[in-house]
């Protein structure tokens, strides 16, 4: 018995049918005779894998994927190699870790040799340019777009042509660059609407959400609402992620225009949803909306208890997350241009490109090792900047973006007064600053002279009479804890109590 689907067929059909693409792989594995230990079977599970994933099946389709990464490893088979990392990048972005992603987008593209063929280089510099975008480079993320954009337009595949064009104009919205994203999106609607094609939900909610940004509500929401009139998460093929980030969208426009009650009925189907299919990254982009929705109404108690799961959620997802970590990259780069850009790219993983400093992955990687060391005095600063969000509505987030690189150089500074001291930003406007060898009241002290000297900055130039100001929450090992999530929990609760207490001050 043969079946008429290459191989070549059923990795495209990942991108228009899952469903449809698993099934067929599963007639293949059962009812073909194919040798196990052939780059033909291992493609056949590797597209297994990367389906149930899309499914909302996480755990089983990455452990499939990783087996085959192992075989090809193992063997040497460098295109197949590639392939797991191409498909590994997609999984962590599904599961909200752009640092894993960036990881193994950079050793797909790497791994590629000069014979391959356009298609695959410009799906695989289209993973390259998402994680890029995602981890913050989005300079470096458009440079790749463009590379993709290219190649997929000399094939002639559609369906790299379109994905390029969601992708970028996505990247350019998060980027804030709204007006060229909503150039982008309009280009994408309209070579949909030229071609006859249904339009899919991860399509539909990024032309939203560049209409949302140019406030445009009304088309936003008659884009979207149609996306999520099905209940299920099998519509055209597409996976239960595409639904949930179409209600979370639908949630904040409706939001935006005052329809609370319908705005809240979205938010429950998107939550059922995640929570259906593990989709922790997205469970906790609902309570950071859940939280928003609360404000809106008025219902700030709420809304601060709600803000307040969502921030201890999200710390727990990434200290769960540094656990699982593949330390991949050091035994992927043998040639010399590989190895440059390895280093090129590596760096990039473990800096917040817009401050400088280290990201949420290095610090996580570092206050592991710390706490796995012989027990010494360590201090952790978890700092929040006061109100942050007044100067992004009021100013603007490229105003914002200038407050947090100038308090980024105020936290390098304090971070260095201590031999192995490191300052990092964790997400948004919170930073966390690694005190090692440092007692409780010493790094209590540094502490306090970080918050007088931020506090104590002339601001006027730069947010036009908001005051900038500082609140830390301060944990100590081994007094507080040792182990890594306990730690962080017990300088998180004491943000809260600084936070509770007034604001702009340390609270141990």
């Given amino acids: 018995m043969t079946d008429p689907t290459s191989l070549d067929e059923l990795e495209l059909m990942l991108r228009s049918d899952a469903h449809k693409a698993l099934a067929a792989v599963r007639t293949r594995l059962d009812v073909l005779e194919i040798d196990r230990d052939t780059v033909a079977y291992q ?29 090809a490893e193992a063997r040497d088979e460098t295109e197949l190699l590639a392939h797991s990392h191409r498909r590994l990048s997609a999984l962590f972005r599904r599961v909200g870790d752009p640092a894993l992603m960036l990881e193994h987008a950079v050793a797909a593209v790497d ?38 954009s290219l190649l997929a337009d000399r094939s002639g595949r559609r369906y790299l042509q379109l994905a390029v064009l969601n992708n970028l104009a996505f990247t350019l919205y998060e980027a804030g660059l709204t007006d060229e994203a909503v150039t982008i999106g309009e280009q994408l609607r309209a070579e949909l609407q030229r071609d006859g094609q249904v339009m899919m939900r991860h399509y539909g909610e990024t032309i939203a959400r560049t209409l949302m940004a140019v406030g445009r ?38 939001r935006m225009t005052g329809a609370f009650d319908r705005a809240q009925e979205a938010l429950h189907r998107a939550h059922r949803l995640g929570e259906a299919y593990a989709l922790n990254g997205r469970l906790i982009e609902i309570l950071r909306e859940q939280a928003e929705l609360f404000a809106a109404q008025d219902r700030y108690r709420e809304a601060f208890e709600t803000f307040r799961d969502f921030h201890r959620a999200d710390l727990e997802l990434r200290a769960a997350e540094r656990d699982s970590r593949a330390q991949t ?20 993983s473990v800096r917040d490109p817009l401050t400088g400093l280290h990201n949420r992955r290095h610090v996580d990687a570092r206050l592991g090792e710390l706490l796995d060391a012989d027990p010494e005095p360590l201090t952790i600063g978890l700092v929040d900047l006061d109100h942050f969000k007044r100067i992004n509505d009021t100013r603007s987030h490229a105003v914002g973006d200038e407050v947090l690189r100038r308090v980024a150089v105020l936290l390098q500074r304090a971070a260095e007064r201590v031999e192995g001291g490191l300052a990092a930003r964790i997400g948004g406007e919170e930073f966390l600053v690694l005190l090692p060898g440092v007692p409780p009241e010493a790094g209590v002290d540094v502490l306090e002279d970080l918050r007088r000297e931020v506090s104590g900055q002339d601001w006027s130039e730069v947010t036009e009479g908001i005051p900038v100001t500082t609140s830390i929450g301060v944990a100590h090992a081994p007094g507080d804890a040792r182990d890594y999530s306990a730690l962080l929990k017990v300088a998180d609760q004491n943000l809260y109590v600084a936070k509770d207490g007034g604001r702009d001050r340390v609270s141990a």
Avoid: M
């Fill in 217 to 254: 509500y009304d088309e936003a929401a008659a884009v979207l609402a149609p996306l999520c009139e099905n209940g299920g998460a099998d519509v055209n093929g597409e996976d239960c992620d595409g639904l949930v980030l179409a209600l979370l969208a639908l949630a904040e426009v409706r």
């Fill in 43 to 71: 493609r056949l599970l590797l597209v297994k894998g990367a389906a149930q994933s899309q499914l909302g099946d996480t755990e089983d389709g990455a452990r499939v994927v990783r087996e085959v990464k192992a075989w």
């Fill in 329 to 348: 990259l050091n035994a992927i780069f043998e040639a010399a241009e590989a190895r440059r850009s390895s280093d090129y790219f590596r760096e990039l």
């Fill in 111 to 148: 791994l590629l040799d000069a014979d391959t063929a356009d298609p695959v280089r410009a799906d695989h510099l289209l993973g390259l340019a998402d994680a890029l975008g995602a981890s913050g480079s989005y300079q470096e993320s458009v440079a790749r777009y463009r590379e993709a």
